[in-house]
Nanobody, 125 residues
Framework: QVQLVESGGGLVQAGGSLRLSCAAS????????VAWFRQAPGKEREFVAG????????RYADSVRGRFTVSRDNAKNTVYLQMNSLKPEDTAVYYC??????????????????WGQGTQVTVSS
């Protein structure tokens, strides 16, 4: 099994930036597609971005495209989510998820078997 730990969340003003990290232990992330999801209070969890392990193809939700960038460093066993031009509506708990069977990034959260505990991102106006 792979264990995932997110970090990098915090409080930032609107227009600011944060970089989230999803660090893996137990197994290498090299053969896992990794996705980021978020859940705001009172809302359903939603897909944010993801990166395939096959060819590093990325996919983004419309709400973050052009502002967020997902990347991976297999040598560090870590996937990153660079978040720029943050908006108050980006406030949520952010989770990373991984699955080796997923070869094309999907926004369906039930396709991912492994999840981190989440990190809080709060964007003030």
């Amino acid at each position: 099994q792979v264990q995932l730990v997110e970090s990098g969340g915090g409080l930032v003003q609107a227009g600011g930036s944060l970089r989230l990290s999803c660090a893996a232990s137990g197994r290498t992330l090299r053969r896992y597609t990794v996705a980021w999801f978020r859940q705001a209070p009172g809302k359903e969890r939603e897909f944010v971005a993801g990166i395939s392990w096959i060819d590093r193809t990325t996919r983004y939700a419309d709400s973050v495209r052009g502002r967020f960038t997902v990347s991976r460093d297999n040598a560090k066993n870590t996937v990153y989510l660079q978040m720029n031009s943050l908006k108050p509506e980006d406030t949520a708990v952010y989770y990373c998820a991984a699955d080796t069977r997923v070869t094309v990034v999907t926004g369906a959260d039930d396709r991912y078997d492994y999840w981190g505990q989440g990190t809080q991102v709060t964007v003030s106006s």
